[in-house]
């Protein structure tokens, strides 16, 4: 098993991705863990270095099917797998645009799904 630098607690937050996953800026969710001092993640890349789930691959796909496609923001609900256990987050992803035909990173939000079937 590979090492993460964030634990599945500090997943929840935003990250914005430059195309091959790099992690351009990170701000940890308030609330997500008390006292937490993150380690700088900016640099990593948020696939192989950051990301503390086994199916980050799966999840590497959602984004890039996201990134071919022509929406500008989209949300899902995902299951980050730890220890073969699924725990269900809620990913919001937004394209950010250098101009109307590039696209220079995307942002995503992980948080907690919500427990009750309703919005989150």
Do not use: W
């Amino acid at each position: 098993m590979r090492a993460a630098l964030l634990t599945a607690q500090e997943l929840f937050g935003l990250f914005e991705l430059d195309a091959s996953g790099t992690v351009l800026y990170y701000r940890i969710e308030p609330g997500a863990k008390p006292g937490l001092n993150s380690p700088n993640t900016a640099g990593h890349n948020f696939y192989d270095e950051v990301a503390p789930f086994e199916n980050v691959e799966e999840f590497r796909q959602c984004v890039t099917q996201f990134t071919r496609g022509g929406s500008l923001a989209d949300s899902f609900n995902f299951d980050c797998r730890y220890d073969g256990f699924a725990h269900p987050v809620k990913v919001l992803i937004a394209r950010l645009r250098k101009d109307h035909r590039n696209s220079n990173s995307v942002l995503v939000h992980f948080r907690r799904a919500s427990q009750n079937g309703g919005p989150s």
